[in-house]
T-cell receptor, first 111, second 115 residues
C-alpha cells in the first residue's frame, strides 16, 4: 500500500533555532516528493518539489533532502521564525500523478 | 500573481441539501484537483481533471460529481449532504498532465458545514 509517514507528529522550538522534519514513504513507482506548508484554515503552499534524481533543494530557509534509495526525505528549517508555525506536509506522487499526503508535522515556534 | 480562487469561502447547508463548490485555476493551468480535508486530517484526494477530462478518481462518494468546463474552471457538486461531509474542500491547479512534476497551487478552500 502506498503510504507517507511523517515524524514527529508535532514539534515545539524556540525562535531562532533550527529543526528537521522527517518523511518516509513507500509509494512506488515514485515520481516526485513535495513539501508543503499549511497555515490553519488555509490552502497548502508549496515549499519544494524534488524528483528521483535530486538529492537536495533549498527555498530560502527551507532545505529539503531526498534519498530515493531509502525512500526518506527531510525538511530542514534554519533560524526559525514565529511565522514558521504551521503544519508541514510531505506529499509523494506516483507516476499517475496521484498525490499521497502525509499526516503532517505541526510546528510551533515560540518566542 | 493570480492564485487559485475558490468560492464560496464558507458554506452552511442542512442534511440532504445540495451544494456546489467552484474552483478557478491559475490562468493557463489545465489540471484541477479536488481534495477534502476533515478536522485534523490530511487532505484526501477526491478527483482530478486534465483538459476537461477526468484524469483520476479517489475517494469521492457517488453522491458527489465534478466537471471541468471549457474555461478550465471546475465545479464540485454534492448532493444528499451528510453531517460527515463537513470539511474543508481544497482545489489545486497545475500546468500540464497530472504526471508532470509541476507544482500544485492550492486555493484557500471552501469550508462546508452540514447541520
Amino acid at each position: 500500500k502506498n503510504q507517507v509517514e511523517q515524524s514527529p507528529q508535532s514539534l515545539i522550538i524556540l525562535e531562532g533555532k533550527n529543526c528537521t522534519l522527517q518523511c518516509n514513504y513507500t509509494v512506488s513507482p515514485f515520481s516526485n516528493l513535495r513539501w508543503y506548508k499549511q497555515d490553519t484554515g488555509r490552502g497548502p503552499v508549496s515549499l519544494t518539489i524534488m524528483t528521483f534524481s535530486e538529492n537536495t533543494k533549498s527555498n530560502g530557509r527551507y532545505t529539503a533532502t531526498l534519498d530515493a534509495d531509502t525512500k526518506q526525505s527531510s525538511l530542514h528549517i534554519t533560524a526559525s521564525q514565529l511565522s514558521d508555525s504551521a503544519s508541514y506536509i510531505c506529499v509523494v506522487s506516483g507516476n499517475t500523478g496521484k498525490l499521497i499526503f502525509g499526516q503532517g508535522t505541526t510546528l510551533q515556534v515560540k518566542p | 500573481a493570480a492564485g487559485v480562487i475558490q468560492s464560496p469561502r464558507h458554506l452552511i447547508k442542512e442534511k440532504r441539501e445540495t451544494a456546489t463548490l467552484k474552483c478557478y485555476p491559475i490562468p493557463r493551468h489545465d489540471t484541477v484537483y479536488w481534495y477534502q480535508q476533515g478536522p485534523g486530517q490530511d487532505p484526501q484526494f477526491l478527483i482530478s481533471f486534465y483538459e476537461k477530462m477526468q484524469s483520476d478518481k479517489g475517494s469521492i462518494p457517488d453522491r458527489f460529481s465534478a466537471q471541468q468546463f471549457s474555461d478550465y474552471h471546475s465545479e464540485l457538486n454534492m448532493s444528499s449532504l451528510e453531517l460527515g461531509d463537513s470539511a474543508l474542500y481544497f482545489c489545486a491547479s497545475s500546468l500540464g498532465p497530472p504526471a508532470y512534476n509541476s507544482p500544485l497551487h492550492f486555493g484557500n478552500g471552501t469550508r462546508l458545514t452540514v447541520t
